[in-house]
């Protein structure tokens, strides 16, 4: 299994451009999330899903979208980039909720806005 | 909602001593307190997780306590080695999801 796979690692975005970062995970889980990283800040959840078809926001879903057409697939849609948005994004996955198992994360996604 | 306090934000051990990481709590509610372990540049791994009906939990170096009345739980690292250094994040669960603590940069000095 290749657990949860991100992509792109590291992109670089100019102030209103619009982007989305892909995340796939081939253990048959429910449950993904997205989670932005900022240094010294810990894990910030953006959005989550609990199966397909089905997303709900996180603590900090301003100026993000999500899509879960499929149990695989959880794309994070950045519409009109800004400077705030420069982090690392992680996607997770667990077979059980997070609060109540492990989450997988995938290796990250370097977002700089300039 | 659920708020975690996370300290101390960086720890600096000998090789060999141990290292505690505490974190507090806010939501009575909370039932499961899990901790990751991220070194540097890679992805946040589970380590080591407990629920609010166990008061410890261990795993060879690594353990966990869990005061439910005080609402904090710590991590403690015995016999520390190299290869410990990374940050080390709490979290908590609240209505359904995680909320992590800020992080402790943990630094063993051979």
């Known amino acids: 299994n290749a657990g949860v796979t991100q992509t792109p690692k590291f992109r670089i975005l100019k102030i209103g451009q619009s982007m989305t970062l892909q995340c796939a995970q081939d253990m048959n889980h429910n449950y993904m999330y997205w989670y932005r990283q900022d240094p010294g800040m810990g894990l910030k959840l953006i959005y989550y899903?609990?199966?397909?078809?089905?997303?709900d926001k996180g603590e900090v879903p301003n100026g993000y979208n999500v899509s879960r057409s499929t149990t695989e697939d959880f794309p994070l849609r950045l519409e009109l980039a800004a400077p705030s948005q420069t982090s690392v994004y992680f996607c997770?996955?667990?077979?059980?909720?997070?609060?109540?198992?492990?989450?997988?994360f995938g290796e990250g996604s370097r977002l700089t806005v300039l | 909602g659920e708020n975690v306090e996370q300290h101390p934000s960086t720890l600096s051990v000998q090789e060999g001593d141990s290292a505690v990481i505490k974190c507090t709590y806010s939501?009575?509610?909370?039932?499961?307190f899990p901790w990751y372990k991220q070194e540097l540049g890679k992805r946040p791994q589970l380590i080591i997780d407990?629920?609010?009906?166990?008061g410890e939990k261990k795993d060879q170096r690594i353990a966990v306590t869990l005061n439910k009345t005080a609402k904090h739980f710590s991590l403690h690292i015995t016999e520390t080695q190299p290869e410990d250094s990374a940050v080390y994040f709490c979290a908590a669960d609240d209505l359904g999801n995680l909320i992590f603590g800020k992080g402790t940069k943990l630094s063993v000095k051979p």
């Open positions: 997770a996955s667990g077979r059980l909720g997070s609060n109540t198992g492990e989450l997988f």
């Open positions: 407990i629920r609010s009906n166990v």
């Open positions: 939501d009575s509610a909370s039932n499961y």
């Open positions: 899903s609990v199966g397909a078809g089905i997303t």
